[in-house]
């Protein structure tokens, strides 16, 4: 062994001895308590507990105010020459989308899509919350709840395609899912806070509160983007009604994990698979990409008013704002191609719901809000991001989504029962949903096991 080898190991070492003390320094514990706040309006006393049902339907002044914004809008400026997806929404694939959405797509008929599935309002804290409620057909097995939340700029219609497929028994499992998709507050149907403070853990209370209310003590939770974050923050805080998290987006950020990823700038295999050093390394490459890829996010956390405006007034800038998402976020890569990559795997009016969401409800000004009153030191002073999840967890890994090593994943993820990689994005239950799909009921049955076994040792 060589004098740099020597000197790299012992390095490492340290690195990683530091870090382990930062993370117990760094670390609060026990878990906050948090108040329980009251996000809307009136009084508390008043609050409708009352579960209500809903349909979805837009006015037909909403409709004709749409189809007058999209025929009416000003020229596009024509991209570069040699430019694709790379300067943001390329404008020729967005005349193509928005020709689409003008002369083909037609929204009394996609409404009756969106009300193929129960759905109710019910107040949590002063807000109504949208959610869909999916039982599934009489059954000998046993029935499982599980709660699952979106992210930005996605919504409940990203699970449309899945809930059909979770709430079918399969023939080599002995449960069956109760599904529960809800819409985060300020998203779509689910009303905004009027107050500033609703950070993901307030979030996390609302949802741990609205299963409650929904008759669950306990149940599973899925979650990717901001409905990960959120969902990771009520595992951390309500340990004792949460059976198991799985996650499609998984990150750890500890001082630690930090270091760790440093160390493997020199000897890249050491935390990552072999296989996945690509994903990790090197880090310039990655730290350039991350931040090309992210210009949103600080915009979002910093005047996200501002930016509200623009995109609840006009249509054909909201189309492209959330549609750049889905061409980056699908993969990377075509950034290169024409038409964005979008036709390989959505069709343009499943996009386009998504997007209506959006503008029917006016929500993108609230939904953008939730970058705000996360990226402060409010919420970051809580530290839940860096508290181990103690609960059963399984992070699915998407190849074109972001990633997290497997020598960084149990120090939030301690009790990991479940570990995978496949095909697909950012917007898996969207673009994927039979892989989806199966890899929840996978890990879920992992957790099922374990839970089991915690139950018959007790």
């Given at each position: ?136 057909k009489a059954t000998n097995l046993k029935v499982v709840p599980l709660l699952m939340l979106h992210g930005w700029p996605g919504s409940v219609r ?301």
């Amino acid at each position: 062994m060589g004098a740099l080898q020597k000197l790299f190991i012992i390095f490492a070492v340290l690195a990683i001895f530091v870090g382990y003390r930062l993370n117990n320094l760094l670390q609060p514990s026990p878990p906050p308590k948090l108040e329980e706040k009251w996000w809307g309006r009136g009084d508390p006393a008043g609050e409708d507990k009352s579960i209500r049902t809903f349909k979805v339907h837009v006015a037909d002044e909403v409709l004709k105010d749409l189809k007058y914004r999209l025929s009416h809008a000003r020229p596009f400026t024509p991209p570069l020459e040699g430019i694709q997806q790379q300067y943001g929404m390329n404008t020729n694939l967005l005349k193509e989308i928005v020709d689409f959405w003008t002369t083909k797509y037609n929204w009394r008929e996609r409404e009756k899509l969106f009300n193929q599935y129960p759905q109710y309002l019910t107040s949590i804290q002063g807000l109504d919350i949208h959610y869909i409620h999916v039982k599934p057909k009489a059954t000998n097995l046993k029935v499982v709840p599980l709660l699952m939340l979106h992210g930005w700029p996605g919504s409940v219609r990203e699970f449309f395609d899945v809930i059909p497929l979770l709430t079918t028994p399969q023939t080599d499992k002995n449960f069956v899912f109760e599904v529960i998709v809800a819409a985060i507050p300020g998203y779509g149907f689910s009303q905004p806070a009027v107050r500033p403070g609703l950070s993901p853990a307030h979030a996390a209370m609302i949802f741990k509160n609205l299963m409650k209310r929904l008759g669950f003590d306990r149940f599973y939770i899925q979650g990717g983007d901001f409905g990960a974050i959120i969902l990771q923050n009520l595992a951390v805080l309500y340990p004792e009604v949460v059976l198991g998290f799985h996650s499609n987006m998984c990150t750890v950020h500890t001082p630690l994990s930090y270091l760790k990823t440093m160390v493997g700038a020199v000897w890249p295999t050491l935390f990552t698979k072999a296989e996945h050093v690509e994903r990790v390394y090197p880090l310039w490459e990655s730290f350039v990409h991350r931040l090309r890829e992210t210009g949103y996010l600080h915009l979002q956390a910093t005047k996200p008013d501002t930016l509200g405006v623009a995109l609840n007034d006009s249509p054909v800038g909201l189309a492209a704002y959330i549609l750049e998402k889905f061409t980056t976020g699908t993969n990377i890569s075509h950034q290169s191609r024409e038409d964005g990559g979008l036709k390989q795997y959505y069709d343009y009016a499943d996009l386009l719901d998504n997007v209506m969401l959006y503008w029917i409800t006016g929500s993108m000004p609230t939904a953008v809000r939730l970058y705000s009153e996360t990226f402060n030191k409010n919420f970051m002073s809580l530290g839940t991001g860096r508290m181990p999840v103690q609960v059963p967890s399984a992070c699915a890994r998407f190849r074109n989504d972001f990633y997290t090593s497997d020598g960084l994943l149990k120090e939030i993820f301690p009790n990991l029962l479940h570990l995978s990689d496949h095909e697909g994005g950012h917007f898996a239950a969207f673009q994927v949903p039979d892989v989806f799909s199966r890899d929840v009921f996978v890990a879920i049955e992992k957790f099922e096991n374990f839970n089991s076994n915690l139950g018959a040792k007790t």
